[in-house]
């Protein structure tokens, strides 16, 4: 499972393509260990999403739709754990 967990954080949060840029690797490396423990989090998008089963970039080519709710879940829990920890206002 750890290695689905990095292939979608690398694709969705270390390339920088879909977070602002007060998303330091200071602060992703703060939060990653956050986020990595949290189960509802990632069940939904490896089941509810079907992330199990194919790739990120299978996800966009196939359903393009799940992506974006995958993108947006994952921008939105790191910004929601950075403000949760002090890290960003």
Request: hydrophobic letters at 35%; proline letters at 2%.
């Amino acid at each position: 499972m750890n290695e689905k967990k990095n292939e979608y954080w690398n694709h969705f949060v270390i390339k920088r393509n879909y977070h602002p840029k007060s998303f330091t690797d200071k602060r992703l490396e703060t939060v990653k260990k956050i986020i990595w423990d949290d189960k509802d989090f990632w069940n939904d998008v490896f089941f509810r999403h079907n992330g199990i089963s194919v790739s990120p970039q299978e996800m966009k080519d196939n359903d393009f739709l799940a992506y974006e709710h995958c993108i947006c879940n994952m921008v939105g829990m790191v910004h929601e754990t950075l403000i949760k920890i002090g890290a960003i206002k």
